[in-house]
C-alpha cells in the first residue's frame, strides 16, 4: 500500500484462493482552515494559554562533593561548605533552567531571593526551540 491511487485495489482473500474481492480507494480530502482557526503571528498571543501553567523553580547557593563516608557521618550540627562564597548571587532556576542570579533577603522570617541580574532571554529561550 505505499502507493495510494485512485484506482482500485484488488486483494485475494487468503482463506479462499479461488474469490477475490475489490477494494476502492482514495486519497483524503480535507477543508482549508479559515482566519478564525489561524493562530496569530504575535508570540506573545500564542503563549498567553500557557501563562497559568504551574512551573518548579528552585534556587541554588552553592555546590559541592562530599566522599560516601563523610556523608554517613552527618549528624545534627554538622556544616558543609559549599562552593559559592557568601556575598556571590545565588541562582535562580525554572524547571532546571538558569533564568536570574540573585541575593538572598529576609522577610517575616521567610527567607526570600531579591533579583539581580536575569539570563539574557535569547539563551533562555535557545533550548526550547
Known amino acids: 500500500m505505499d502507493n495510494l ?7 485475494t482473500n487468503e ?3 479461488n474469490s477475490s474481492q475489490q477494494v476502492s480507494s482514495s486519497l483524503a480530502q480535507f477543508e482549508e482552515f479559515d482566519d478564525a482557526t489561524q493562530v496569530a503571528g504575535n508570540s506573545n498571543e500564542k503563549l498567553h ?14 555546590r559541592t562533593q562530599m566522599r560516601i563516608k563523610d556523608i554517613l557521618e552527618l549528624e ?40 539581580t541580574s536575569l539570563v539574557d532571554p535569547a539563551n533562555r529561550l535557545k533550548d526550547i526551540n
Open 5 to 11: 491511487t485512485n484506482d482500485p485495489i484488488e486483494q
Open 15 to 17: 482463506s479462499d484462493n
Open 49 to 62: 494559554f500557557l501563562k497559568d501553567l504551574p512551573m518548579n523553580i528552585y534556587i541554588e547557593l552553592g
Open 76 to 115: 545534627r550540627g554538622y556544616v558543609i561548605e559549599l562552593d559559592k562564597l557568601a556575598s556571590e548571587p545565588v541562582d535562580v532556576f525554572v524547571n532546571n533552567k538558569k533564568i536570574a542570579e540573585g541575593e538572598v533577603v529576609v522577610i517575616d522570617k521567610h527567607f526570600g531571593i531579591r533579583i
